[in-house]
């Protein structure tokens, strides 16, 4: 089992900045890789940005050139910079596990970020 809690969100003015992080525990062998996905309500969960465990990364288009996704080894961070209100959603860390040949995701309870106008 991993367990992921996040922490860092808040209420911030838009062309704000904050950053969210991750702190992962339990079984860490084989994460393949470590993600931030967001979800408002009545839409479904989408990625934001995923580092994989040789570092490489993926954003989201709507996210590109304003937030950065880190990772140094539990921890994982997300750096938003240039805040906008469609940012507004709540942020989940994942993790994804190689186990017998097959991905678990792991989820973590999600932190609320609003973005005023």
């Known amino acids: 089992q991993v367990q992921l809690v996040e922490s860092g969100g808040g209420l911030v003015q838009a062309g704000g900045s904050l950053r969210l992080s991750c702190v992962a525990s339990?079984?860490?062998?084989?994460?393949?890789?470590m993600g931030w996905y967001r979800q408002t309500p009545g839409k479904q969960r989408e990625l934001v940005a995923r580092i994989t465990s040789s570092g490489d990364t993926d954003y989201a288009d709507s996210v590109k050139g304003r937030f950065t996704i880190s990772r140094e080894n539990a921890k994982m961070y997300l750096q938003m910079n240039s805040l906008k209100p469609e940012d507004t959603a709540v942020y989940y860390c994942?993790?994804?596990?190689?186990?017998?040949?097959?991905?678990?995701?792991?989820w973590g309870q999600g932190t609320r970020v609003t973005v005023s106008s």
């Open positions: 994942n993790a994804v596990r190689l186990f017998f040949g097959m991905n678990q995701d792991y």
């Open positions: 339990g079984s860490m062998f084989n994460i393949n890789s």
